[in-house]
């Protein structure tokens, strides 16, 4: 449980980095196909840990 709690910082650091990025290109109207790719990964990654993490301490 502890490996998640160290790793959902880094995640979420990853995502928000991803969200600029995916901005910046919606921006200058260039192909933002492989954020969108990514911001979905990473989005799930992001949320499993919650879920683990949520499922531990309620049950």
Same mark, same amino acid.
């Given at each position: ?17 991803? #969200? &600029?990025?995916?901005?910046?290109? *919606?921006?200058?109207?260039?192909? /933002? ?12 990654? #992001? &949320?499993?840990?919650?879920?683990? *993490?949520?499922?531990?301490?309620? /049950?």
């Amino acid at each position: 449980m502890l490996y998640l709690l160290l790793i959902l910082p880094v995640i979420a650091v990853l995502w928000f980095l991803n #969200l &600029v990025s995916l901005l910046k290109k *919606i921006k200058e109207n260039r192909n /933002y196909k492989n954020e969108k790719i990514l911001g979905a990964v990473y989005s799930f990654f #992001l &949320v499993l840990p919650i879920t683990f *993490i949520l499922a531990a301490v309620l /049950y």
